[in-house]
């Protein structure tokens, strides 16, 4: 028990100690932190403001970091928005040019008014609008198609000399046809002497109503320089007798020098097919639609808004040199004649897509003008069985042989003009005894004159192609 009590009464001696020690230490140093303490104090405000600065210049630079890279980033972006821009606006500067070419200039300018920057931008945007509208102003109003002459033309021949030798048809079709060569010419004359190439879809507009078609005249606007033609081809059947010299129904060597059929190449191109007198199958342009197309893509505003030509084809020997008449089966081949009418769609598409419209020249070749309203029966019936399966439904007839079922520019009537009514055709293009076109309008039908261009117009008659091109720089040497 008595060493318990001495134990509890030395720890509070021991603590005492402790305390004395303490309280001596803080004696002796409290001077020095008197003296120090400011100092100890400054240093630790420097030091948290030396981080503070530290730590904002360096957020502040980070910050700067990001806004440069912000910066550089927005920047790429404009200039990648510039760049669409540009070529957006130069995509939309050649569609419109396109249409412009072809005198569409309404069509021209809203396609420059979808670019989807500011146009005000983009000096060559704002130029050639302004050009257009300028333009515009200036355009000359058509509406009168009794002045639009109406050049008619074959098949073209594309060797005159194998053509005009053959002993059997030589004089007859150096009479009746014209070569590439003078069609070329006779195209580029055309083009210079500043005429158009319109369609009848640009001259009439044919609205149905319940009592039938009204036909109702457009107004063209071309450039006051300018005028409006029309193109016909007939007989664009490449028949067998020009081509086939050996008789079994295919082209050979032997033939007259015309192209044999109108086919598309591997790029989807309309082109001729021709037999050498080698005997060699060349792919080119031989005839009426190669040529004109590849002078309109030379020339676009040679064709007002697209415009093309009626293609008038009879029906006994096939259309554009596909044999599609029953008889090829017979003739040569089931497989041939399978294969020729799988071909020609395509054809017949390319042609419709490029803007041509498809004509009915009987399907004999004969004249509806000279002969019984029943033999025109029966020519319709052939037609629409074989031919309109192929074609479609035609609006045009193109008198075969100049023979029309009316003289001059007179009405029709009658049981002829009944007949060709109910098989659905609206347009009549007729026959031009001279140069001077001709035009009927009524509430039921269309008629037209055509100038036949011929080898035996071209030498003997240049008068009827006065004011149009002039003959003797298109006659080919070979004639």
């Not at 001077?31 to 405000?45: H, Q």
């Not at 704002?126 to 058509?142: A, C, D, I």
Request: aromatic fraction near 12%; include cysteine; proline fraction near 4%.
């Amino acid at each position: 028990m008595e060493n318990t009590e001495q134990q509890v009464r030395r720890r509070p001696s021991r603590r005492r100690k402790m305390n004395k020690k303490l309280r001596r230490f803080i004696r002796k140093y409290r001077p020095l932190a008197r003296k120090y303490a400011p100092f100890a104090i400054l240093s630790v405000i420097l030091i948290l403001f030396i981080w503070f600065v530290v730590g904002s210049v360096e957020r502040g630079n980070a910050r700067r970091e990001e806004q440069r890279l912000e910066s550089i980033a927005a920047q790429e972006a404009l200039q990648q928005q510039q760049i669409q821009w540009n070529q957006e606006a130069n995509e939309l500067l050649m569609q419109a040019e396109a249409l412009a070419a072809a005198y569409d200039y309404d069509a021209a300018i809203a396609v420059l008014d979808t670019f989807s920057g500011n146009i005000e931008d983009f000096n060559p945007l704002v130029v050639t609008r302004e050009h257009y509208v300028q333009t515009k102003e200036t355009m000359v109003p058509w509406n009168d198609p009794s002045q639009i002459p109406n050049l008619s033309f074959h098949m073209l021949i594309a060797e005159p000399y194998r053509t005009f030798s053959d002993p059997g048809y030589g004089k007859s079709w150096k009479w009746n046809f014209i070569t590439t060569s003078e069609f070329s010419k006779i195209l580029q004359q055309l083009y210079d002497n500043g005429y158009v190439l319109v369609d009848m879809d640009d001259v009439i507009t044919a609205t149905k109503t319940t009592d039938g078609i009204t036909y109702e005249v457009n107004t063209l606007y071309l450039p006051k320089d300018k005028k409006p033609i029309m193109f016909t081809q007939t007989q664009v059947n490449y028949y067998t007798y020009m081509v086939d010299g050996d008789g079994d129904g295919l082209a050979d060597k032997k033939g007259g020098g015309f192209a044999n059929k109108l086919i598309l190449d591997s790029n989807g191109k309309l082109t001729n097919e021709m037999v050498t007198k080698e005997g060699t199958t060349l792919r080119g342009d031989y005839d009426f639609v190669p040529i004109l197309e590849a002078f309109i893509e030379q020339h676009p505003d040679f064709s007002y808004r697209g415009a093309r030509a009626v293609l008038a084809v009879s029906g006994y020997d096939g259309l554009f040199g596909y044999r599609t008449d029953p008889e090829t089966a017979k003739k040569i081949s089931k497989e041939y004649y399978e294969n020729e009418l799988a071909t020609l769609p395509a054809v017949l598409d390319a042609l419709r897509a490029k803007g041509y419209k498809f004509g009915c020249y009987t399907y004999g070749n004969v004249a509806y003008g000279d002969i019984k309203v029943d033999k025109i029966r029966e020519d319709l019936a052939k037609w629409k069985e074989e031919v309109t399966p192929l074609l479609g439904e035609v609006e045009y007839l193109v008198y075969a042989k100049t023979s029309d079922i009316s003289t001059g520019t007179g009405l029709y009537s009658g049981e002829k003009y009944e007949v060709l009514k109910e098989a659905g055709f609206h347009y009549y293009l007729g026959f031009c005894e001279s140069n001077s076109p001709w035009f009927v309008r009524t509430n039921e039908y269309i008629r037209q004159g055509r100038i036949m261009v011929t080898g035996n117009s071209l030498e003997k008659y240049p008068k009827m192609f006065e004011g149009l091109f002039e003959t003797i720089p298109v006659l080919d040497s070979n004639r």
